[in-house]
């Protein structure tokens, strides 16, 4: 299946559309629903965050709502690995179940068009990843489309990434190429205070009472001693958006 929007292209797989508040992601997954395709295909979910109205159901309630079987509920709490919290009523859940319920309610009548709009946002890093392994294996023969900020990407596991930026022309790339823009010029280091940020793409990672660790991206390595890091698709964000 291939998705074309405004010149961007979204295909069979797992894709991420990063860009900050107000880039237009979610007017990107409408389009995409509103799209030929997505207009020809009657197996189209999108989903974000809104889950108060359900918040004194259990988990398998939560699903048997929509009128699935049992055991099709059963399944798709499998597929998300939330067997265990079925009992569990959704107010009580902690932040990654409730981004797991949501994505398994998503799953019940097989869409072969999933968007998900900042359904990732409010989880740490391990437990984006932690969904992505199952997002990666759902997206094998469908569409999937995760949209977030570009610091709360799924790292290494995504297929293809659209970059949205207020000011830039959106673009659609493998994500191994957005990793090879930036490869080899992420560096860390402690200073004293943080480096002047004209004509500099640097970011404070952590600071104590007498340095502040610097995460910079430059073509050559800042002076002094520091570190190279593996890049990540947030840094690659930053590179693109200033070129």
Request: charged share 25%; hydrophobic share 45%.
């Amino acid at each position: 299946m291939m998705i074309e929007v405004n010149g961007l292209q979204f295909e069979t797989g797992f894709n991420a559309v990063l860009g900050p508040r107000g880039a237009g992601k979610t007017r990107l997954l409408k389009q995409i629903i509103e799209s030929d395709a997505g207009i020809a295909s009657d197996e189209v979910c999108y989903v974000s965050q809104e889950l108060e109205a359900f918040e004194s159901y259990t988990v398998l309630d939560y699903l048997l709502e929509t009128g699935v079987t049992p055991d099709l509920a059963l399944e798709a709490l499998r597929r998300m690995r939330l067997t265990a919290h079925a009992e569990r009523r959704i107010g009580t859940l902690p932040k990654l179940a409730k981004a797991q319920a949501l994505v398994a309610r998503a799953l019940l009548h097989d869409p072969k068009l999933l968007l998900l709009d900042e359904v990732l946002e409010d989880l740490s890093e391990s437990e984006r990843l932690f969904i992505g392994y199952s997002l990666r294996e759902i997206a094998k023969d469908r569409v999937v489309v995760v949209a977030g900020a570009p610091d709360h990407a799924v790292e290494g596991l995504t297929d293809k990434v659209c970059l949205l930026h207020p000011e830039k022309q959106a673009v659609v790339v493998d994500t191994n190429t957005a990793y090879e823009w930036v490869e080899g010029k992420v560096f860390v280091y402690l200073t004293e205070q943080m480096p002047a940020e004209t004509g500099r793409l640097v970011l404070e990672q952590q600071r104590d009472e007498t340095h502040v660790c610097v995460r910079e991206i430059a073509q050559a390595a800042p002076e002094g001693e520091v570190s190279h890091v593996s890049p990540t698709l947030h840094d690659a964000y930053l590179w693109w958006a200033v070129q």
